[in-house]
C-alpha cells in the first residue's frame, strides 16, 4: 500500500535516488570511514514517518534516522534545505529591522592540482583574513555569510577553490562615497592574496536567486561523488574537518537568535491538521522505499505533530 498523499511520495523518490548516489559513496569511502560509520551511512534515511491529513491528501515527513556524515548526500541535502531556510528568515529579520541591502560576492583563484588543494585553501583563509581587515570593507560590511566551494574540472584534472560572500551593507550603500567598484574589489583581492595572477572577481547587487545559490552550494559538492577514488580522496582530505560555511557580524548574531526561537514568529507554521502517520523502510535489494504502516496518531502524536514550522524535522541519529 502507497500512501495517496503526493508530497510524501515525491521525497521518497528523491530520498531513493539520493540511496543510489549514497552507494558510491559507501564504495569510495572504505578506506577513510570506520566501519562503525560506514554502517551508519548505509543504515542513513532507511527509516521514515511522515504523517498525513485525515483523506492522505497532504502529508510531510517528520522523523527519519540520519548518520549526519558531512559527505552523505541525503544528510547534505537536509542540512542545505536547513541552513537556506535559516539565512533566509535571518535576512527577512535583517531588511526589517535594519533596511539592509545585501551584495554578493565571488573571490576566485586559478585552478590548481589536487595535491597543492590543502595548501592553497590555507592561503585564501588566510587572504581572507587580510581581506576583511582592508578599510574598504569594513566600512561597508555589517556582517557576512562565507561560503567556500570547490569544483572539479575533469577536461584538466585540476580544482577550482573559491569564496561566495553574502555581505550585508546599508542601505545608501549605492550612493554613498563608501561604493566600491568591482576593478577595486580586483584589485585588494589580488593584494590580499598576494597574486598577481588573479583576472577576476564577482560583485553584484543580492537578490532571491544569489540567497538560495548560497545555500545550494553546500548540496553542490556532491560533484565529488561522481569522478571516482582519486577525486573524492583529494576532496575528502580536503574537506575533512573544515568548516566551509560561516556567519560573521550581524548574520552570526541572528543567526544566534534564531536557534534561540526569537525569530519563531518570522517562521511560517504549516496550518494542515494531520490525523494519520506512516511509515516506510528503504530497502536495499530492491532500492525502493516498503509502506509498513498507515494508522491514526496517538494523543501525544497529535500534539507534537500539528502546529510545526514548515522545516521541522526530528532527526534521529541512533
Keep these: 500500500m502507497k500512501s495517496k498523499s503526493r508530497q510524501v511520495e515525491e521525497i521518497l523518490q528523491k530520498l531513493e535516488k539520493k540511496q543510489l548516489t549514497k552507494e558510491k559513496l559507501e564504495q569510495l569511502g572504505l578506506k577513510h570511514f570506520s566501519e562503525k560509520t560506514l554502517q551508519r551511512i548505509h543504515d542513513c534515511g532507511n527509516f521514515i514517518q511522515s504523517v498525513l491529513t485525515a483523506d492522505e491528501s497532504t502529508g510531510k515527513v517528520v522523523k527519519a534516522n540520519r548518520c549526519m556524515n558531512r559527505f552523505c548526500p541525503i544528510c547534505l541535502a537536509t542540512r542545505s534545505r536547513k541552513q537556506g531556510f535559516a539565512l533566509g528568515v535571518i535576512l527577512e529579520t535583517l531588511r526589517e529591522n535594519y533596511d539592509y541591502k ?15 588543494l590543502i595548501k592553497e585553501l590555507q592561503k585564501q583563509y588566510e587572504s581572507l583574513k587580510r581581506f576583511i581587515q582592508r578599510k574598504q570593507f569594513k566600512n561597508i560590511s555589517k556582517g557576512y555569510v562565507r561560503k567556500t566551494e570547490i569544483t572539479y574540472n575533469p577536461n584538466r584534472n585540476d580544482f577550482h577553490p573559491h569564496i561566495h560572500m553574502l555581505i550585508a551593507v ?7 562615497e563608501n561604493y566600491v567598484k568591482q576593478e577595486t574589489w580586483l584589485e585588494i583581492w589580488k593584494k590580499c592574496k598576494k597574486d598577481d595572477s588573479i583576472t577576476q572577481v564577482h560583485i553584484k547587487k543580492a537578490d532571491e536567486e544569489s540567497f538560495r545559490e ?3 552550494y553546500e548540496a553542490k559538492d556532491l560533484e565529488y561523488l561522481n569522478y571516482g577514488e582519486e577525486v573524492f580522496d583529494v576532496f575528502f582530505k580536503a574537506l575533512k574537518g573544515r568548516k566551509t560555511l560561516t556567519f560573521n557580524g550581524c548574520f552570526q548574531e541572528h543567526k544566534k537568535l534564531f536557534e534561540l526561537g526569537e525569530f519563531d514568529d518570522y517562521i511560517e ?13 528503504y530497502e536495499n535489494h530492491f532500492k525502493k522505499y516498503k509502506h509498513l504502516e498507515t494508522r491514526e496518531m496517538t494523543k501525544e502524536e497529535l500534539e507534537d505533530f500539528n502546529d510545526m514550522g514548515i522545516m521541522d524535522e526530528e532527526i534521529l541519529e541512533d
Aim: overall charge negative; proline content about 5%; charged content about 25%.
Design 269 to 281: 507554521k504549516d496550518d494542515n491538521y494531520y490525523e494519520l502517520t506512516s511509515f516506510h523502510s
Design 214 to 216: 548560497l545555500a545550494k
Design 102 to 116: 545585501f551584495l554578493f560576492l565571488t573571490l576566485t583563484v586559478p585552478n590548481v592540482p589536487g595535491h597543492e
Design 170 to 176: 546599508d542601505e545608501n550603500y549605492f550612493t554613498r
